[in-house]
């Protein structure tokens, strides 16, 4: 069974940085993407970064050119540096993995969640 631990959320004004913290514990065969989703109050789910094992990226518009993901596999945790913050970004941040278990299944793992608010 695999955890996904995310650390970094919290309260800041418009235009200032955020960091946030995913960590994966458990057992696997590997990790294969790993990425960022968000849900605002009302809103659906969306993806906000992806990042592959190699080390490949893609962000949604609304984030491109200030946020940035990556990611340590020694650690097995991924980052998303978020720069010039909007109100607009306040959500909710989930950190999303796509893992083969150790019977070689491929499985979906989510964490927990980790609030970020951007006040105007």
């Known amino acids: 069974q695999v955890q996904l631990v995310e650390s970094g959320g919290g309260l800041v004004q418009a235009g200032r940085s955020l960091r946030l913290s995913c960590a994966a514990s458990g057992s696997w065969l590997s990790i294969n993407a790993m990425g960022w989703y968000r849900q605002a109050p009302g809103k659906q789910r969306e993806p906000v970064a992806a990042?592959?094992?190699?080390?490949?990226?893609n962000y949604a518009d609304s984030v491109k050119g200030r946020f940035s993901i990556s990611r340590d596999n020694a650690k097995n945790t991924v980052y998303l540096q978020m720069d010039s913050l909007k109100p607009e970004d306040t959500a909710v941040y989930y950190c999303n993995a796509d893992i083969i278990g150790l019977s070689g299944s491929r499985s979906d793992s989510w964490g927990q969640g980790t609030q970020v608010t951007v006040s105007a």
């Open positions: 990042i592959t094992s190699g080390g490949s990226t």
